[in-house]
C-alpha cells in the first residue's frame, strides 16, 4: 500500500472559508476516483507558527495508482483550487509494509 501525505498552509484572506471548500472537494475524491482506497482530510487546531492547516492523508493499492490520481482531472480541479488559496504545501509518500 502507498500513503500520501500532503500538508497546506492557507492565505490569511478568508482562511477559514477557503479551508472548509478544500476540505469538502478532497473528500469528494473518494467517491469519483476509484483508485484512491482512502483519504482523510483534517484541519490543524495547533496554533504554533511551525504548524500547517490542513492535512490530506490518503492511500493507494501501487505507485502506478498515485500516479494516476495525480493526472485525473477530478483531483487536477482540486489542486487548481488549493494552489488559488494556499502559501506553501509540503508532500511525502512512502510504502507501508
Known sequence: ???HIVMFKFKD???ALNI???QR???KLEVTIPYL???E???NFNESERAFDLSLYSTFESEEDLKAYA???NHLEVVELIKSVTLESKV???ILE
Request: negative net charge; proline residues 0%; aromatic residues 4%.
Open 25 to 27: 472537494k478532497l473528500e
Open 1 to 3: 500500500m502507498v500513503v
Open 71 to 73: 493526472i485525473d482531472e
Open 20 to 22: 472548509a471548500k478544500v
Open 37 to 39: 482506497r482512502s483519504i
Open 92 to 94: 511525502v509518500d512512502y
Open 41 to 43: 482530510v483534517g484541519i
Open 13 to 15: 484572506e478568508n482562511k
